[in-house]
């Protein structure tokens, strides 16, 4: 552990350093001491229940359970359709409640009538369980967006859809859509949903923009964080911080960090900043840094690469099997949303998965949206999310509205 200290610092002296933000309030713990319904959604007037999910290689996830909004079951129908909604990277299920409950998309649905179901991949503050490791373990680690795909995705949806005995409508974020596309590909998870709505959809990343982000891989900062034995990636940690700081060189803008990160969004709420940091960013780990880096340097959709000897043993060839878009069965509706402001994921790449789909999915281009303004634009509500219920309502009529 000295060495890796000690290389660590040596690496943190050979970089620039700048300071970019405060760094007390990512240094606060999160706020999630009774769960994502007690600290948001309760507190704003909305039923919300707490499930436990347990993955098939032994992760314990929370998934909250939003059965209608605040004006109650409306008429005679027993429940609206469920919809379920994933997350992406660094971020865990309230980033659908943290705008006000006119801004923010789960809310929304909501109170449009449909049956909220919301989840956490492992490694958020929200999913901190094992039944055998800690989050300390160097073994609660061992994953990337795969596994939260085969396991996470398909035990989650695979809860909403026998507690709710219907098919399900989905709905992810960057992250959660890799997750999506691969699980789409495969026929048990297909089965269990009625359409999808990806916003800022990913499988290609080889035509990223972001200056931030493509530091980071030319630093080899995956590879160097696994060498220093970190499998655990935290930004509100103290070497989190550090790492913050040193990939944030002169030649970027500090103020907006973010912006250095996603891509400019229109529409943030910049005012709104220290409230999010109470809940995000949440940890993830090293080895999905290290795959999605893989996909940045090899422009490829497909499982991690274990090196040639390594994938032989695991996969029987030297290259890692990819991801076929077009084993998506082209009966599944799918809708997609994407901005000419997104510098993770950038509409060159976007064009690439909608070439390689059966299916012609309905398309919701904005020029001026970022990444985080999909789920963060103080507009999305009209830009976005009333386009979005809008298809889903198309599938399935919900008569009393
Ligand atoms: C932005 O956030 C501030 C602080 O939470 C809030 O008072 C304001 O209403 C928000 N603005 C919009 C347009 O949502
Ligand atoms: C894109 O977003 C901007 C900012 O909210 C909005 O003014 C504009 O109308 C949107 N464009 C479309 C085509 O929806």
Known sequence: MGTRASILILLLLLLENCRCWDESTLRRPPSTGDGLCAQILRPLGYPCEEHTVQTKDGFILSVQHIPHGRGGLKGSVESGPPVFLQHGLFQGGDTWFVNSVEESLGFILADHGFDVWVGNVRGTHWSPGHVKFSVHAKEFWDWSWEQLAEYDLTAMISYVYSVTHSKVFFIGHSQGTIMALSAFTMPDAVEMIEAAALLCPISYLDHITSRFVLRAVSLHLDQLLITLGLHQLNFRSDTGIQILDSLCDGHMDCNNLLA????????????????????????????????????????????????????????????????????IPESLPLWMAYGGNDALADPIDVKRIIKGLKSEPVLLYNDSYGHIDFIMSVNAKDDVYANLIRFFQSYRWLSSY
């Open 260 to 327: 250095s990160i996603t891509g400019v969004n229109c529409c943030f709420n910049m005012t709104r900043m220290d409230y999010y940091l109470e809940y995000e960013p949440h940890p993830s780990s090293t080895k999905n840094l290290n795959h999605l880096f893989q996909m940045i340097r090899k422009g490829t959709f497909a499982r991690f690469d274990y090196g040639w000897w390594g994938n032989l043993k695991r996969y029987g060839h030297i290259h890692p099997p990819a991801f076929n878009l077009a084993d």
